[in-house]
């Protein structure tokens, strides 16, 4: 089987900057307690009229320009997100008809704040097995659609971005080694959007329930998350026959500085070969991973033959990792 290879990655925040002070105006919290239990300093909004494929489709763009790929060359789109643009039709097939992807079959993966592991697992299947030759990944979120910023425990976390990635067969070394996805639904209920789906559809109890907002039970998923995000790293370079201490360049999910710093403990791994820029954006959902490898990429913190780990972890419960040279 041929790996699949990112050939070109781009990632999109929207304009509108939230910063901890502009939250202090908003609920009972402090600057000083947000950025010592999450790290986070500011993070982007959307504007009213804009969704997720718009964010998907600037992050898009930037990836196939840097591939030197066109969009009738796309077989398959894949989109990983929290909360599309609508239940149907999906993110990824709105994002198909803007980008002019007159080839693509698209579809989304809800996984949430995995929706990055798990879209591009998926995306290199299609390469891997040779059905494919070219695969855009995306994941966009704009998850302050569906923060209650009456709910401190949320509000100061969930942001909006985009981020995509163009998969084609490796000609070389280079490319995706191995990927793992993992589910447990039993941690459900610590980290859920009730309503809006079928089971619980619009109704004015709904509403007046605030039902169509993340709920969290913020301390227990810390916990949980911290040791699948371990775990599932370890596993997959012990499967490949590498240690963590192989490992070039860490992307993990951004979701809390000190979950990212908790992981890279356990993995004995040091700071420096890991990227965060939680700090500029906050949790991100399905587009953190995405953000943070095309900001590594841009920055010239990736460079040719990097062994580079991926994980994310997000309600469900769902985590996964994915292995890659660069
Ligand atoms: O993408 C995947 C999903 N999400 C996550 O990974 C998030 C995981 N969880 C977290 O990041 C953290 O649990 C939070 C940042 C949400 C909360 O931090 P924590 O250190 O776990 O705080 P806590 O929930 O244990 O609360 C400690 C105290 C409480 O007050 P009392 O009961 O000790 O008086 C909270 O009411 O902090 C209070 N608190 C706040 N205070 C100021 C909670 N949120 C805030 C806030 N500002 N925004």
Not at 53 to 67: F, G, K, P, S, V
Not at 116 to 129: D, E, F, K, P, R
Not at 143 to 149: K, P, V
Not at 182 to 203: I, K
Request: proline share 3%; with cysteine.
């Amino acid at each position: 089987m041929k790996r699949a290879q990112i050939v070109g990655i781009g990632a999109y925040a929207p304009q509108r900057v939230l910063t901890n002070s502009e939250l202090e105006k908003l609920i009972d919290t402090t600057d000083e307690w947000i950025v010592q239990r999450t790290g986070i300093r500011e993070r982007h909004i959307v504007d009213d009229n804009e969704g997720p494929a718009d964010l998907a489709l600037r992050a898009a763009r930037q990836a196939l320009d840097r591939a030197g790929v066109g969009p009738e060359e796309i077989d398959l789109i894949v989109v990983g997100t929290t909360a599309g643009d609508m239940l149907f039709p999906t993110t990824a097939n709105l994002l198909q008809h803007r980008l002019g992807c007159r080839n693509a079959g698209s579809m989304d993966v809800y996984a949430a704040c995995s929706g990055s592991v798990y879209s591009l697992s998926v995306g290199a299947q299609y390469i891997q097995t040779g059905k494919y030759e070219t695969v855009l990944c995306v994941g966009a979120e704009c998850l302050s659609r569906i923060t209650d910023f009456t709910d401190r425990g949320t509000c100061i976390l969930l942001a909006d971005a985009a981020g995509a990635a163009v998969l084609r067969p490796a000609d070389g070394e280079a490319g995706i080694i191995d990927t793992d996805l993992y589910s447990d639904g039993r941690y459900g209920e610590l980290l859920m959007l009730p309503a809006g789906g079928s089971r619980y559809p619009a109704t004015h109890e709904t509403v007046d329930k605030r039902m169509h907002f993340a709920k969290m039970k913020g301390n227990e998923v810390f916990k949980v998350a911290v040791r699948m995000f371990g775990d599932c790293a370890q596993r997959i370079l012990e499967r490949n026959g590498f240690k963590p201490t192989d490992i070039d360049l860490f992307v993990p999910h951004q979701a809390n500085l000190r979950i990212i710093e908790a992981a890279v403990k356990r993995l004995g791994l040091p700071m420096e070969r890991v990227i965060v820029n939680v700090e500029r954006y906050g949790n991100t959902g399905a587009a953190s991973v995405y953000v943070a490898l095309e900001e590594a990429w841009a920055t010239k913190r990736l460079r040719a033959g990097d062994l580079v780990l991926l994980a994310a972890f997000g309600g469900g419960f769902t985590w996964g990792a994915a292995l890659l040279r660069w």
